[in-house]
């Protein structure tokens, strides 16, 4: 995958513009904070909330395919998280949430992906922090473990 990158919560020193290539190698150049990856997923997803008295289904649709989930939340065992508005009997879905490493990992933002359905083609997004840099090969394995959560957890639904 492409991804965009921009800083979160610090500051690159300054740096010539051709020298920015160079200046991200180094975590050297950064002040203490995290950078925020954006990957295209090539696909449109339409996804919402249908929520009746008894629980929420969450339904994902790329083209005809349609499938339904179980919302999952706070102490609610469920198939997948999504953040949408708390009205209505059917929301639209903001961010589809997906926890991919641990809620307390150091590295990243709480672990967790997000899907952004309501863009198109939707969009993924992680964070990354300025400390994981520091480790060799470190920010390769979140990359892969993020990629690898969208593919398992909403990709999959959808094969081409």
């Known amino acids: ?12 020193k300054d740096v010539a513009g051709g ?14 904070g995290s950078f925020r ?8 997803i339409e ?6 008295a008894d629980k929420e289904t969450v339904s994902l649709r790329v083209g005809e395919k349609v499938v339904h989930l179980r919302r999952s939340g706070t102490n609610i065992p469920g ?9 209505g009997s059917v929301a639209p879905v903001e961010t589809i949430n997906i926890e991919f490493r641990a809620i307390d990992d150091p590295y990243t933002d709480r672990g967790m992906v997000w ?23 470190l920010v390769t394995e979140i990359i ?8 398992e957890q ?3 639904h959808f094969p081409h």
């Open 144 to 151: 892969a473990q993020a990629e690898k959560a969208v593919a």
């Open 79 to 87: 198939d997948i998280g999504v953040s949408c508005s708390p009205d």
């Open 1 to 12: 995958m492409q991804y965009n990158i921009s800083i979160v919560g610090g500051h690159m």
């Open 115 to 137: 899907v952004h359905p309501i863009e198109k083609p939707a969009r993924m997004s992680f964070v990354i922090t300025a400390n994981a840099f520091k480790t060799p090969g």
């Open 19 to 32: 020298a920015a290539e160079e200046a991200i190698k180094n975590p050297g150049n950064f002040s203490a």
């Open 37 to 44: 990856f954006n990957s295209k997923l090539g696909v449109c």
């Open 47 to 52: 996804a919402g909330v249908l929520r009746s």
């Open 154 to 156: 909403v990709l999959a």
